[in-house]
């Protein structure tokens, strides 16, 4: 009789990537607003650099975000991850306030 060899286990990680699911994207920005209910408006900004004059330049987008608790206050640094669409604006939802 021959032993099997032994296997490890995956993790969740690995386990859920082989279904297809995608690990949450995160993101980092200012708070704009917080005005609606359970929801805050972030200011993303990235910095690219131009193809042919090589400057760099700031883009900035704003994605609305759940936020269950209502912990964010405008000016906050937060993190922000990728979530199931909860409206048809908000994708997102908050992760934690950084300061």
Do not use: N, W
């Amino acid at each position: 009789m021959k032993k099997r060899p032994i296997v490890k286990k995956k993790t969740r990680e690995q386990r859920s990537i082989r279904l297809g699911q995608k690990r949450p994207h995160t993101l980092r920005g200012k708070v704009v607003s917080d005005k609606m209910h359970k929801t805050i408006v972030v200011e993303i900004q990235r910095s690219r650099q131009h193809p042919i004059y090589k400057k760099i330049y700031l883009i900035s987008s704003k994605i609305k975000a759940h936020d269950e608790k209502e912990e964010a206050k405008v000016g906050d640094l937060v993190e922000i991850e990728t979530c199931r669409p909860i409206s048809k604006d908000k994708h997102f939802k908050l992760k934690r306030v950084i300061k």
